[in-house]
């Protein structure tokens, strides 16, 4: 079964240092990933996705992951965290269940800026 | 282009009862799945509808129904509401029939079963 592992359910950065979010995934296919972020009282938002065509992604507001199969993950990083990056952030897999694509989702990881 | 709705946003059930939600699909999408975002969870994929038909379903009971219309919008129904059924209740719209495309989702109904 396919399943991704999201470490750490809050992470505290300093506004403008690194960001890095931490996501492995389990699955005996060539997977498709995403990472989605969630403002309060919201709907989830695509950051970017990995379809196998490069390794590293760039998506929107700056973020970037990159895919390493050997370690199977796909964490998401961002050179220099903002204020306004406060939010839920989610990886997750697609899924084939019969004839549909569902997403399975980590638990998530709040990501908090101190000022 | 029109982004994905949902309506109502927040409603409150007593248990027992049924409930339906409903969903707008992006314009040009012929998908939609259903997910059920527990407080403090990742969504949990429910089922998805393509082209009218449900053409998968994760691990819910059938007390959780949908339906699609012909203008691709959708309705999850569920019936016989439980306490654990307060969630937030989250579509999201897609062009099938190519693996990996992306999902675009709406803002969520808030259900409350008291």
């Known amino acids: 079964a396919q399943s991704v592992t999201q470490l750490g359910s809050h992470v505290s950065v300093s506004e403008g240092a690194l960001v890095l979010l931490r996501c492995n995934y389990s699955?005996?296919?060539?997977?498709?990933l995403f990472w989605y972020v969630q403002y309060p009282n919201q709907g989830l938002q695509l950051l970017l996705k990995?379809?196998?065509?490069?390794?590293l992604v760039k998506g929107i507001n700056g973020f970037e992951a990159e895919f390493k199969k050997s370690e199977t993950s796909f964490h998401l990083t961002k050179p220099s965290a903002h204020m306004s990056d406060a939010a839920e952030y989610f990886c997750?897999?697609?899924?084939?269940?019969?004839?549909?694509?569902?997403?399975?989702f980590g638990k998530g990881t709040h990501l908090i800026i101190q000022p | 282009e029109t982004g994905v709705t949902q309506s109502p946003t927040h409603l409150i059930k007593t248990r027992g009862q049924q409930v339906t939600l409903r969903c707008s699909s992006q314009?040009?999408?012929?998908?939609v799945s259903w997910y059920q975002q527990a407080l403090g969870q990742g969504p949990q994929f429910i089922f998805q509808?393509?082209?009218?038909?449900?053409?998968g379903r994760g691990n819910f009971p059938p007390r959780f129904s949908g339906l699609q219309f012909p203008n691709y919008s959708s309705e999850l129904n569920v019936n016989a509401l439980e306490l654990d059924d307060s969630a937030l209740y989250l579509c999201?719209?897609?062009?099938?029939?190519?693996?990996?495309?992306?999902?675009?989702f709406g803002p969520g109904t808030r259900l409350t079963v008291l």
């Open positions: 314009s040009g999408h012929n998908t």
């Open positions: 990995y379809t196998s065509a490069a390794t």
């Open positions: 997750a897999v697609m899924v084939s269940r019969g004839g549909a694509d569902g997403l399975t």
């Open positions: 999201a719209s897609s062009l099938g029939g190519r693996v990996g495309n992306e999902q675009f």
């Open positions: 509808y393509y082209r009218e038909e449900e053409n």
């Open positions: 699955s005996s296919v060539p997977p498709y």
